[in-house]
């Protein structure tokens, strides 16, 4: 017991010794060192004045203070500019094309212009006028084929809208609609990401998806003008620009498998614009027409691309006279490839036989349509690319003026079917390829379009730009029933449709300067068979009145 008292004892001695010790406060050393430590302040040498050190600390802390003071004031600035930023607008000038947009990228205008001057040389026999040839002068000479200038752009976020006038086509050409695109899409996904889906609503004066010939953009089709069997159906069938309608649009890439492009519109369309002074031609009937187009690029690896497709037509109604009932049509033709001169060497406007009569009319219709094929893609700097279309018409005799068409009256002779084709190659010599469109604001989806200038042309550098060779033949055949050569119109086909069939093979050669300037070359060789009746003494019967013939065009193309 008493062993145990003096070792607790011993132990609260030992603690109150050292208690006065543990309370007592930091002395001015230990408080100097603590604040070096924290500012960063390097060790005292030995024997240093605390007076010294004291004024040292003093130095740092106001370096520190006036540090941070310039940082805050570094953000104060930084978050003022992003501010000024948000509210401002910003100007571009990217190839060419003036654009203006919001700094939060809702709203965007970029001014459009496109000018293409067109040269021909037509090289007819000099003995043609000693034949049965139904065009026998075509006029050589130049036109302003297109002269656009519009703005398009974005509109809270999901709108885009776009007008353009078109002030070209002069001389044998005519005057095209001035109004050639004015209207409002709403998008439904990001455009910036093609693989993402993506639908669209367009609806105004627009140029509907329809046919891979009319789908690539005017300015970037590898020859002067598109394939005859393109221009023929986009006019008659609901295509073309400066066509009134409204349409719906599904694109996504990488929808099946990584590389695929999936691209289905379709549209309702109502008759075109009308040219300065001109007459619409929809005097009860505007004329109307459900398009389409579905096209699947099958296989890409980034350079090299691979689709197919098909399109479609549905005529609802169509033009005619005033009075009630009467004569509905519409006329397919086409020009050789050329638009110098405006001659329709091949057109179902003037070419049924009415009965025993000799007077050439349109063919009298309720409706009609088209199918077609497509298809084709690009290796590398080599491009291969191929449409088929069918189409036709549905002949009437259930109107006043219409029964001769069958002979006798309420019969009909049928309604006559049509096919055109064609198949366009080429090989860019300086390594360029053609880039392919999966998606795009207009509608150049699922198209292939020129190529990107590596080395724009500069004298005095010695670069020449790219250049491209092309060919491409294609076959537009408006003959139904036809007939041959002797026969008398007794014997013809009632009702036969003697539009002829032009087959044209093209040369070509591209020169892309730069990315907004070009040129093109084209050499046709043009062969229209096409029959009609001629009258030599008493006698009428079947002649050929087409023609063989070659052509040299050239263009210069600015656009942006």
């Keep these: 017991m008493t062993g145990k008292s003096i070792l607790l004892a011993s132990a609260a001695f030992t603690v109150l010794a050292a208690f006065p010790a543990v309370a007592q406060q930091p002395t001015l050393e230990d408080r100097i060192r603590a604040l070096e430590q924290k500012l960063g302040q390097p060790a005292p040498t030995d024997n240093q004045p605390l007076e010294e050190r004291v004024k040292a600390l003093e130095e740092k802390l106001e370096q ?130 093609a693989n993402e889906p993506h639908f669209r609503i367009n609806a105004g004066v627009i140029q509907p998806i329809f046919t891979y010939g009319d789908s690539v953009s005017s300015s970037s089709t590898t020859f002067i003008e598109r394939p005859d069997v393109v221009n023929a159906v986009i006019a008659g069938y609901g295509g073309d620009d400066h066509r009134r309608g409204v349409e719906l649009t599904f694109q996504q890439a990488d929808l099946f498998t990584p590389g695929d492009n999936l691209v289905v519109s379709t549209a309702y369309t109502a008759g075109p614009t009308t040219p300065p002074a001109g007459a619409p031609t929809n005097i009860t009937d505007e004329g109307t027409q459900i398009v389409g187009r579905a096209v699947y690029r099958l296989w890409s690896d980034g350079f090299s691309n691979v689709q197919v497709g098909g399109n479609f037509s549905h005529l609802i109604n169509l033009t005619g006279a005033a009075s009630p009932g009467g004569m509905r049509t519409i006329a397919l033709q086409d020009r050789p490839e050329i638009r110098v001169d405006g001659t329709r060497l091949v057109s179902t406007a003037a070419s049924t036989l009415l009965g025993t009569s000799l007077t050439p009319t349109n063919i009298p219709e309720t409706g009609g349509g088209l199918w077609g094929l497509e298809g084709g893609g690009n290796i590398q700097n080599f491009f291969l690319y191929g449409e088929y279309m069918n189409f036709g018409m549905d002949r009437t005799v259930a109107c006043p003026g219409c029964t001769p068409f069958g002979g006798t009256p309420g019969v009909n002779p049928g309604d006559p079917r049509f096919s055109g084709w064609y198949v366009e190659g080429s090989w860019i010599l300086t390594g360029e390829t053609k880039t392919y469109s999966p998606v795009a604001t207009n509608n150049e989806m699922g198209t292939f379009n020129n190529p990107r200038v590596i080395t724009p042309f500069d004298w005095a550098s010695g670069n020449w730009g790219a250049w491209e060779v092309a060919a491409r033949y294609s076959d537009l055949d408006l003959n139904w029933h036809e007939g041959v050569i002797g026969e008398t119109p007794a014997q013809a086909a009632v009702g036969g449709v003697r539009g002829g069939d032009e087959k044209i093979w093209t040369l070509g050669l591209n020169w892309y300067m730069n990315n907004n300037v070009l040129m093109r070359f084209n050499y046709l060789i043009v062969d229209v068979n096409k029959l009609g009746f001629v009258t030599t003494g008493s006698t009428t019967t079947l002649q050929q009145i087409g023609q063989k013939f070659n052509a040299f065009g050239a263009r210069l193309q600015f656009t942006n």
Excluded at 103 to 127: P, V
Excluded at 131 to 148: C, E, H, M, W
Excluded at 156 to 174: L, Q, S, T, V
Aim: aromatic share 14%.
């Design 64 to 193: 520190t203070n006036e540090q941070k003071t310039a940082d805050d004031q570094a953000v104060r600035t930084r978050l003022s500019t992003l501010e000024q930023q948000f509210a401002d607008t910003v100007w571009t000038f990217d190839n060419a094309r003036p654009t203006v947009q919001s700094a939060d990228g809702r709203f965007l205008m970029s001014l459009r212009a496109r000018i293409q001057f067109d040269t021909a040389l037509f090289n007819q026999k000099s003995d043609i006028n000693s034949t049965n040839a139904q065009f026998k002068d075509l006029a050589s000479g130049s036109i302003v084929r297109r002269f656009y200038f519009g703005a398009e752009g974005r509109a809270f976020r999901d709108f885009w809208y776009e007008f353009r006038g078109d002030f070209g086509g002069a001389n044998a050409e005519g005057n095209n609609a001035i109004v050639n695109l004015a209207r409002v899409a709403y998008n439904y996904g990001n455009l910036a990401y």
